[in-house]
């Protein structure tokens, strides 16, 4: 996968874990224009308002510890869909769970 930075890159992590900073580390210093969101630090509304605005070949990257449970499965449904029409990749301490 290669991103240009000729489309939005967003990276969503939880800092729960040495590992999860870890690798936010890792893809700030390769995605410079990345906006950053801490799962744990902003309301679920604004991750998903952060996703509303990517358009079609925007990099989003989710690095999590454990679940990202949103509040409800219509939620996550709405997160599903936006995320197939970005390029997504999933990483974690949990094996990409």
Known sequence: MEHTGEHA??????????LSRLLV???????????VISFDQVA???VKAAFAELGESALVVLIQSTYFGFRSSASAWSFTEKASRCR?????????R
Request: hydrophobic share 35%.
């Open 9 to 18: 890159a967003v990276v969503v992590a939880d800092d729960r874990t040495e």
């Open 25 to 35: 580390r890792a893809y700030v210093e390769c995605l410079p224009e990345a906006r």
């Open 44 to 46: 679920h509304e604004a």
């Open 88 to 96: 997504a990749f999933q990483s974690g301490s949990n094996g990409g």
